[in-house]
């Protein structure tokens, strides 16, 4: 078996070491670390944000809220002044200027780890595991 150490991979640290479940595959799923503030609605704020706002589709129709599903949440408090949050959201790939401005609109800081190996190896069911051939 091939080892890696992952003491400074924050994704391995904060959150992975605390989920059970397994792989799974989403479709156009992006992985994000946040540092939600640890006050009274902060997770609302995020919530509304996500999916308060109205958009305006190619044809013209306008529908209340995005397209956006969350498809993973973990949360974790540490007793500091934020929470640590990891959220899979599925972003379609015509959305990705928009929710790039979401994130940027919302305030709290954010680290996208998708193409975080870890990630890759631990939560993905279709990740191709090169190193196994390697072995």
Not at 5 to 16: G, Q
Not at 70 to 77: D, E, G
Not at 103 to 123: A, I, M, R, S
Request: net charge negative; with cysteine; hydrophobic share 35%.
């Amino acid at each position: 078996f091939k080892s890696e150490d992952l003491t400074t991979n924050e994704l391995a640290r904060t959150h992975l070491q605390h989920l059970a479940g397994g792989r799974a595959t989403v479709a156009t799923e992006r992985m994000f670390r946040f540092e939600f503030p640890e006050k009274p609605g902060a997770l609302h704020l995020f919530l509304e944000s996500l999916y308060g706002a109205g958009r305006t589709h190619g044809n013209g129709d306008r529908s209340e809220g995005h397209s956006w599903n969350i498809s993973a949440f973990h949360y974790r408090n540490h007793g500091a002044d934020f929470g640590r949050v990891l959220v899979g959201v599925q972003v379609p790939e015509e959305d990705r200027d928009e929710f790039g401005d979401f994130l940027t609109g919302l305030g709290y800081v954010c680290h996208e780890e998708t193409n975080n190996e870890v990630y890759k190896e631990f939560l993905l069911h279709d990740y191709d595991r090169t190193f196994e051939a390697q072995l």
